[in-house]
Nanobody, 128 residues
Framework: EVQLVESGGGMVQPGASLRLSCAASGFTCTYSMSWVRQAPAKEREGVAAIRSGGGTGYAASVKGRFTVSRDNAKNTVYLQMNSLKPEDTAMYYC????????????????????????YGQGTQVTVS
């Protein structure tokens, strides 16, 4: 059974940092791994994605503040979030597509709302 388990969320003040982790189990992820977020009453947004070879993509709203990384040996993806802002408040989900996509395409597809891959249960990030 494929599982994506996120951790590391919490409530912090503006300007603080958080590091999210997502451990994948039930399969060896050779595709892009990504983070998407959704705030109440807002559309899902692709935040960051990383291919197994290290290529990355970011939403314009987080570029320069967030860094995505992965440990292929541990089947884990991370999201280092610095200089957090109140508008970063959202549920953050780990997401892996069903097929191999570029980092940019992964962000687009996995935030589209369709059945295009696996999602974790999410971890809440609140900046206030």
């Amino acid at each position: 059974e494929v599982q994506l388990v996120e951790s590391g969320g919490g409530m912090v003040q503006p300007g603080a940092s958080l590091r999210l982790s997502c451990a994948a189990s039930g399969f060896t992820c050779t595709y892009s791994m990504s983070w998407v977020r959704q705030a109440p009453a807002k559309e899902r947004e692709g935040v960051a994605a990383i291919r197994s070879g290290g290529g990355t993509g970011y939403a314009a709203s987080v570029k320069g503040r967030f860094t995505v990384s992965r440990d292929n040996a541990k089947n884990t993806v991370y999201l280092q979030m610095n200089s957090l802002k109140p508008e970063d408040t959202a549920m953050y989900y780990c997401a892996v597509p069903y097929q191999d996509l570029s980092a940019t395409e992964t962000l687009r597809v996995m935030s589209s709302g369709g059945d295009f891959g696996y999602y974790g249960q999410g971890t809440q990030v609140t900046v206030s």
